[in-house]
């Protein structure tokens, strides 16, 4: 557990999940639909896709000010 770095409310324990079948990653900035996000600055996947469910990683959020923290 722990507390939102931004407001300081306890985070609640959750998970980030895809919607559909795709996976969630991370980059400096969101590659266009054309680039290989691969590519991209700073490019780290944080879920590999996975077939027949949703793809997901525990996350913590704060319903207070919406901020999501998430390990990966
Ligand atoms: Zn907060």
Redesign the pocket.
């Known amino acids: 557990m722990g507390c939102?770095s931004?407001?300081g409310?306890e985070l609640e324990n959750g998970y980030l999940f895809s919607t559909k079948d795709g996976a969630f990653s991370f980059a400096d900035e969101v590659p266009s639909a054309l680039e290989n996000a691969r590519k991209a600055p700073g490019f780290t996947e944080v879920t590999s896709l996975r077939i027949g469910g949703r793809a997901s990683v525990p996350a913590q959020m704060?319903r207070?000010?919406k901020?999501l923290l998430v390990r990966c």
């Open positions: 939102c931004v407001c409310t704060c207070k000010c901020t």
